[in-house]
């Protein structure tokens, strides 16, 4: 007794050759196999170990230590608040600041202002650099001793504080980070409006519609498949920060991230189980967000 | 002790099944003893790791390497790593595919490590070098826990006051009595007024400053005091612990800018530079000192820090002991063992002191009357001390001192007037620590 639509449906399927069903498994099968393997398993035996006491050496030491680890963190380390308002600033500076400067970059850029080209590569250069190679070059620049200090004159001994000052530091590491980010979404930005129909703005225009109408009432909702890459990628680049900040200053201490402190515990100190509850609550930091944001984007494609 | 031959086969066996039998002839080199294991290691390569030092470094490693080579016919491969990398990194790095033999350091860093089972134990090398070993080294080198020991102690520095002779001279005062902490105050004062640095401190890595309070603790406290309270059985909220960090507030106005900016490499350069009066560090930076210029180091001058307190006058220094570990997961832990002991032999030793080793070595084989004036003064500096300590990030557990201590101290550089609340922090994460 099967309805029209299930019979249908169960009829293309097998429409598909020996052939088709073999690569298709393999081409999902494959991938799904693989993320399995080297994404969830990892991810629960984390998420498992983050409830233990275990040193990270030997595996007979292991003990279960129910939500010590968590209490830990949350009660008795002053890091992890300084930690989640670095990355909240960061997050917060990211959405605000650096992405609508590359959405606002790459929208000049593609309407051809006057030297657009030269702004292009301009903004695109810090994009080929990988945020570890940025770390070396600004701290290279900035570092008591370091090339700027010696362009103001000044020698090691009287060298402005900036990695150490608490009070410039966040602004400088979200302006060096900025410095990459704004061309990468300036990039993503402009890749995405290049497919937008030029005859839609011309329309627009014609029937009077100002630069800033264009760009709410038609540029945005025809990249809402960019948009939503731009906010997930916004997101995870902000909460995942670590190589910048871990090449400038090599531990966590003067400028924790939460990944930093990730690292920091499963190497070297012989606190797996702690660096395994950071993250965790990283996971669950990044995970919840995007999930919400993805659900009600979907939902308003929906209807 | 045959316990321990069979511990150390048994391990060279496991390896043996993992690596194809490799192990095995490990194991029975190490049975046959050492006139064998010379012949055995002829051809095989063992690999090295030299913690830092630049280029000096390298020589000396390059030096005493090769007449490794020339003495068992073995292959060296060395490299040099950053000496905060490796130490950061070290459990992972023991657990990957480790150079077989390395620069290490003795107290909680290489016990630890050794009771886990990540290095070798190197009773068999200890008791070859038994004859040239001071006791206080071995003992210093010994697990307290496994009594066994991970590390052939080979040098050792004190943690001092160090400044330039001509500067001090320049200031109109004595080098040779900077003797209490008068002078120490007044030397630092008329640095500044130059308008140098007075005291100079790096705490980037918040290690660098732990140095300035073990010795201050100490002075003011004592050494069982300090160490108590490394160990729990003092408490960080307590009046005497307040009292330090009063002292060492009083430097702070002395201090540079920039500490949480700069390591100890800052550090060095400022003195380099002549741009600071004093600094407390460890005086294995010396090195550099010389090779920049002969001038530069015969400038170098190190003091015990002044007393504070008259109860225990200057009784305490910072003094880690330094030395070669093998790792227990090296592919050539017969090698790795050969070339440690060749290390911390009088021949190890004579050519690293040839290539410009300026360290002290522990070694009773070391003919200390053709040291320099700057050594002798580093010797005579340790004989003031009656009681040892290896450095704060070596006497308490490695998941206190780094994690929280030294962002204790960065904390207190950044608001000395936040002491109260940052000792109370620092309580409660000691009492949240799992115990061992």
């Known amino acids: 007794m099967k309805t029209a639509a299930t019979g249908k449906k169960t009829r293309s399927r097998r429409t598909l050759s020996k052939t088709d069903r073999f690569t298709l498994s393999a081409f999902v099968g494959i991938p799904t196999l693989l993320q399995i393997l080297l994404l969830w398993v990892p991810a629960l035996v984390t998420i498992i170990l983050s409830f233990t006491y275990w040193n990270g050496i030997r595996l007979s030491d292991i003990r279960w230590a129910g939500i010590q680890n968590y209490k830990t963190i949350f009660f008795n380390e002053p890091l992890f608040y300084e930690a989640l308002k670095n990355n909240g600033v960061w997050l917060a500076f990211f959405i605000l600041v650096a992405t609508p400067l590359g959405i606002l970059l790459a929208y000049q850029v593609d309407r051809g202002i006057k030297g657009h080209a030269f702004y292009e590569s301009i903004f695109y250069l810090p994009v080929v650099l990988s945020l570890a190679v940025i770390g070396i070059i600004w701290n290279f620049m900035l570092q008591p001793g370091g090339f700027v200090q010696g362009l103001m004159g000044l020698d090691i001994g009287n060298a402005i504080s900036i990695w150490g000052n608490p009070d410039i530091n966040t602004w400088v590491i979200l302006g060096v980070a900025s410095w990459r980010h704004i061309g990468y979404i300036m990039l993503l930005y402009l890749s995405g409006l290049k497919s937008v129909d030029p005859a839609l703005k011309e329309a627009a225009a014609i029937d009077g519609a100002t630069e800033w109408q264009i760009f709410r009432k038609i540029i945005l909702p025809t990249m809402q498949p960019v948009n939503i890459i731009i906010v997930v990628i916004t997101l995870i680049e902000s909460l995942r920060a670590f190589d910048l900040v871990y090449i400038i200053y090599g531990s966590p201490t003067i400028f924790p991230l939460l990944n930093l402190l990730v690292f920091q515990n499963f190497a070297g100190q012989g606190l797996s189980m702690k660096g395994a509850a950071y993250a965790v609550i990283l996971l669950v930091l990044c995970i919840v967000p995007i999930i919400t944001y993805l659900r009600i984007v979907f939902k308003e494609d929906l209807k | ?436």
């Open chain 2, 1 to 436: 002790m045959s316990e321990d031959t069979n511990s150390v086969s048994r391990r060279s066996l496991l390896k043996g099944a993992a690596v194809g039998g490799l192990g095995l002839v490990a194991g029975s080199t190490l049975a046959a003893g050492s006139a064998d294991a010379a012949t055995r290691l002829k051809g095989s390569t063992v690999r090295w790791t030299t913690r830092g030092g630049g280029a000096t470094g390298d020589k000396i490693a390059k030096a005493v390497n090769d007449a490794f080579t020339k003495k068992t016919g073995a292959k060296v491969v060395a490299q040099q790593v950053n000496s905060d990398d490796f130490q950061n990194n070290f459990a992972q790095i023991m657990q990957g595919s480790p150079d077989d033999a390395f620069g290490w350091m003795a107290g909680y860093r290489s016990n630890h490590f050794g009771e886990l089972g990540l290095l070798a134990d190197l009773t068999r090398e200890i008791n070859r070098l038994k004859g040239t070993l001071p006791t206080a080294a071995i003992k210093g080198a010994t697990s307290p826990v496994s009594k066994k020991p991970y590390i052939l102690p080979t040098t050792y520095y004190p943690w001092a006051l160090h400044y330039r002779k001509s500067m001090v001279k320049e200031i109109g005062m004595n080098p040779e009595k900077i003797d209490t902490w008068d002078d120490f105050i007044k030397l630092m004062t008329l640095t500044q007024k130059k308008g140098l640095v007075g005291y100079s401190l790096g705490a980037k890595g918040g290690w660098e400053a732990m140095g300035t309070f073990d010795i201050l603790n100490a002075r003011i406290n004592g050494y069982k005091y300090h160490i108590d309270l490394l160990n729990g059985r003092a408490k960080w909220t307590d009046a005497k612990t307040k009292e330090t960090f009063k002292y060492f507030a009083q430097l702070i106005p002395f201090m540079n800018e920039n500490v949480l900016d700069i390591s100890w490499d800052g550090m060095r350069d400022l003195l380099l530079q002549k741009k600071t009066g004093a600094m407390m560090m460890g005086s294995w930076f010396a090195n550099d000192f010389k090779a920049k210029s002969q001038e530069d180091y015969d400038d170098l001058w190190v003091v015990p820090f002044p007393e504070i307190n008259p109860k225990w006058g200057i009784d305490t220094i910072d003094a880690p002991l330094d030395g070669i570990s093998v790792a227990a997961n090296g592919k050539n832990v017969a090698g790795g063992k050969a070339l440690a002991q060749f290390w911390a032999s009088p021949e190890g030793i004579t050519e690293a002191i040839k290539a410009g080793d300026t360290n002290i070595y522990v070694s009773r084989s070391f003919d200390t009357s053709s040291y320099d004036s700057f050594n002798k003064q580093k010797l005579a500096v340790l004989g003031s001390a009656k009681n040892i300590m290896f450095f704060l990030d070596r006497d308490a557990r490695g998941d206190f001192a780094g994690p929280v201590v030294g962002p204790a101290i960065q904390s207190f550089i950044k608001k000395p007037s936040d002491i109260n609340k940052i000792l109370e922090s620092v309580q409660s994460q000691w009492d949240a620590l799992p115990k061992n």
